[in-house]
């Protein structure tokens, strides 16, 4: 069926990206504010967009598309991410550059890949939407010419990006060798018939596109490009970074493992679970030796992964009720990751555009001179370490309780302790703020309207979202429901 009416969302954020190039090349003078305040204007009318087709009933696009619930809450989150990244680039790029159209083309085309990925119901359709994500952010990481820092992160970006994803191409090729299709349903029903001597290759596909994706999310060992990036980066990509790519790489991780392989469960788990115990553990004892924010957030948020991970090996091991609940639970999670980390940076930011540093010393007396900033990062870090109140207590409490099954209680255990590790090193950036004094000569200063409104609605949404979480677990719940509608019920199992 070729219905062109299910991507308008879609069509908005290419429009607009064709746009605004074209309207700075008629207006070079324009502000590069209003440029920004333009786009993010545009992601509104995307966000609108995309809520326009919750609750109406699946629909397929030539079977390698779908637009359902679960592809609605992502768009929605892509263009909340764009949003936010539009108002904290208004004044960040007006002092830093001459052109902006092409960057903020570029934000758009990256939230429309992370949208059709988690449409995607074809491993090819998903790999070219991941694809129109990664080169996106290949560009922004390094979208500061002259700027060496930039420049080599970018690099540093695209040669290991470009590894990862050849190492996701040739997996799906072997697993379109094993089964003779690409379609999610198709894949899980010749895994599911299979003859047991195809194992080896089975699970070399399997571990080639974990690889891939493992990049994709910066899990561990494919993490290495996340410290530099997230330092190399301007600040504002350094937050679409940390929250879109994360966002984009577990939509496509859930509707893969629960459409095209929730029939082999036996194959991938382990791996998964291995891969989760890793990245939990040295996202966050390599966190505690670092003296710079932004990569300090980079290995903090590789212990998120980590703890992301969890329900994902959880959907291995249960039966569709569990992997259902799971599911949500990561969403939960996942989202309110998102607020807690834009909450951060909206604050970070605003010292950085004061201060140029952007070590954690350079945050020193930050509760005299904008106590505001100040209170927005300690939120934003209690709900990393999942204290309660904030978000991130109430939706690690789903996600752990969701995933605590008798083969996994050793993974959510090592999850819970290093929670607790975790704490220590937000302490050593709240230390800074409110324990020094700031530095000689430094005076109290204003934060600039978009930016005070952005840190302040993120702050409220992150006690929102740890006070009250039913109105989000409702919208994640119903999500998960669209992905277990479709095909088999994961206990369907292969038999052996």
Request: with cysteine; aromatic share 14%; proline share 4%.
């Amino acid at each position: 069926m070729r219905d062109y009416s299910l991507f308008v969302p879609e069509y908005i954020a290419a429009g607009a990206a064709i746009a605004i190039v074209a309207i700075e090349l008629i207006w070079p003078r324009l502000r590069k504010d209003v440029l920004a305040y333009l786009m993010a204007r545009v992601s509104l009318g995307w966000l609108a967009a995309s809520l326009a087709y919750l609750g109406r009933d699946p629909k397929e696009f030539m079977g390698v598309l779908v637009v359902d619930d679960f592809t609605t809450y992502f768009r929605a989150l892509a263009a909340g991410i764009v949003f936010v990244t539009c108002l904290l680039s208004a004044q960040y790029l007006r002092r830093r550059t001459r052109e902006a159209s092409e960057y903020y083309g570029l934000l758009l085309t990256a939230g429309a890949g992370m949208s059709l990925m988690a449409a995607a119901r074809e491993l090819l359709t998903a790999y070219l939407a991941l694809e129109l994500l990664s080169f996106s952010l290949y560009i922004l990481v390094g979208f500061f010419r002259r700027d060496l820092k930039s420049n080599e992160a970018s690099l540093k970006y695209v040669l290991l990006g470009g590894f990862a994803s050849a190492m996701l191409l040739y997996g799906i090729s072997l697993l379109y060798g094993l089964t003779g299709n690409t379609t999610y349903d198709a894949v899980a029903e010749a895994l599911a018939n299979r003859s047991g001597d195809t194992d080896v290759a089975a699970i070399a596909a399997f571990v080639l596109i974990i690889a891939g994706l493992g990049f994709k999310v910066s899990a561990v060992p494919f993490h290495t490009w996340a410290p530099d990036a997230y330092t190399g980066a301007p600040v504002p990509i350094t937050a679409f970074l940390s929250t879109a790519s994360k966002a984009a790489g577990f939509a496509l991780i859930l509707r893969l493992f629960t459409n095209a392989f929730h029939t082999d469960p036996e194959e991938w788990r382990w791996l998964v679970a291995v891969v989760a115990a890793l990245t939990i553990v040295f996202g966050n004892l390599v966190a505690i030796q670092q003296t710079n924010f932004r990569r300090l957030i980079a290995y903090s948020s590789i212990g998120q992964v980590g703890y992301m991970l969890v329900p994902v090996a959880a959907l291995g091991y249960g039966d569709g009720e569990i992997a259902h609940a799971a599911t949500a639970a990561l969403l939960l999670h996942l989202t309110g990751y998102i607020i807690s980390t834009l909450a951060a940076f909206s604050a970070f930011q605003a010292a950085y555009d004061r201060t140029g540093d952007d070590t954690i010393p350079g945050l020193r007396g930050l509760a005299e001179t904008q106590p505001f900033l100040a209170m927005v990062i300690t939120i934003s870090l209690f709900s990393f370490a999942g204290l309660p109140v904030f978000a991130g207590f109430a939706t690690k409490l789903f996600m752990f309780q969701a995933s605590a099954l008798p083969e996994l209680m050793w993974l959510v255990g090592i999850a819970v302790a290093a929670s607790f590790v975790s704490l220590y090193y937000y302490l050593m950036v709240m230390r800074q703020m409110y324990l020094f004094d700031p530095p000689e000569g430094a005076s109290r200063f204003r934060v600039t309207p978009a930016l005070w409104a952005a840190a302040a609605a993120l702050m409220l949404g992150t006690i929102f979202v740890g006070a009250y979480p039913q109105p989000l677990f409702d919208a994640a719940d119903g999500a998960a429901s669209a992905l277990f509608q479709e095909g088999a019920a994961p206990h369907q199992v292969r038999e052996r």
